[in-house]
């Protein structure tokens, strides 16, 4: 799933490429992924683009529509299977919905534009035509984003007052905290010499000093990393930067011991039990199930 790190570099990728430009297609191949009906999608049509903008993992293209009562926001969540694949030109064929694994299709008038894609057989990429950002559920129910400058040590404390549930669930709650997903979220308690199941109001203050420099160190590093990227190479460039997340088997680069796996309904967690948890191995909840 892209989470806050590719999708700032999918934002300023095209932000650098759509200012200026008229959308002159806004073609829809998978209707179970277009969310919303007013106001209509082909409203886009002969607005110009005006920027792009992340609100945690959704990418807001804005245009200036809005001040003739069009659709000044294009918006969607790439969800876990989804991706954008960019054309300087963009293909002529013609597009047969359920036969593809698009989802959208835009182009511009200097000939370029982009596909939403969705791969497998779950379809859970969502895109909205909308008059505001906060029209969008997903983003108004969004906590904080952890880059935000106003995001302090004292801001993450606060959230983690009396929520007696796991860390890793708190990281992973867009409510919580904007950005985060099952990935950069091995990445952060790693770097923070976390377990995952510790509970977020048991945290002392120097577990809670570590959290919050691994939050922003982690993701800081991710951002600048995926910065510059096209987009066919960020999913390569998340690989390479992880040190625990899909590493099942290898050895830890901060001590050495094997990285270990709990595998649960539909993802993983990946942690190191020597930098994590005192070198307690966390059970496997398939195992735990079968027992039962």
């Avoid at 179970?32 to 886009?44: G, M, S």
């Avoid at 000939?111 to 906060?134: H, I, M, N, Q």
Wanted: some cysteine; aromatic content about 6%; overall charge neutral.
């Amino acid at each position: 799933m892209p989470e806050m790190p590719e999708v700032q570099g999918l934002v300023d990728f095209l932000d650098g490429r759509l200012r200026g430009r008229t959308v002159t297609k806004a073609t829809v191949a998978n209707i179970a992924a277009l969310k919303t009906y007013d106001p209509p999608i082909d409203a886009l049509k002969g607005a110009t683009g005006a920027g792009a903008r992340r609100h945690g993992k959704f990418i807001d293209i804005e245009t200036d529509a809005g001040a003739e009562g069009g659709v000044p926001h294009l918006i969607f969540h790439l969800a876990k299977a989804g991706w954008l694949r960019w054309y300087d030109e963009l293909p002529g064929t013609v597009i047969r919905p359920g036969k593809t694994p698009i989802a959208l299709r835009v182009g511009f008038d200097d000939g370029s534009g982009f596909d939403l894609t969705e791969a497998g057989t779950k379809k859970s990429l969502a895109v909205y035509a909308a008059r505001r950002p906060d029209d969008v559920p997903g983003i108004a129910r969004l906590g904080p984003d952890p880059l935000d400058p106003g995001f302090t040590r004292e801001t993450l404390a606060a959230l983690l007052a009396g929520r007696r549930t796991q860390i890793k669930g708190v990281l992973r709650d867009q409510s919580v905290v904007a950005g985060i997903g099952n990935a950069y979220s091995d990445e952060i308690l790693h770097a923070a010499k976390m377990s995952p199941y510790a509970l977020a109001a048991t945290l002392d203050d120097a577990e809670v000093d570590r959290l919050f420099a691994a939050i922003h160190d982690t993701l800081t590093d991710a951002v600048a990393t995926a910065s510059g990227k096209p987009p066919a190479e960020l999913k390569d460039a998340k690989r390479r930067g992880m040190a625990v997340h899909g590493r099942r088997g290898e050895a830890c680069p901060v001590c050495g011991d094997e990285v270990r796996s709990v595998f649960f309904a539909d993802n993983s967690l990946e942690y190191c039990a020597t930098c994590q948890t005192g070198g307690k191995i966390l059970a496997d909840r398939r195992l735990s199930r079968l027992l039962k």
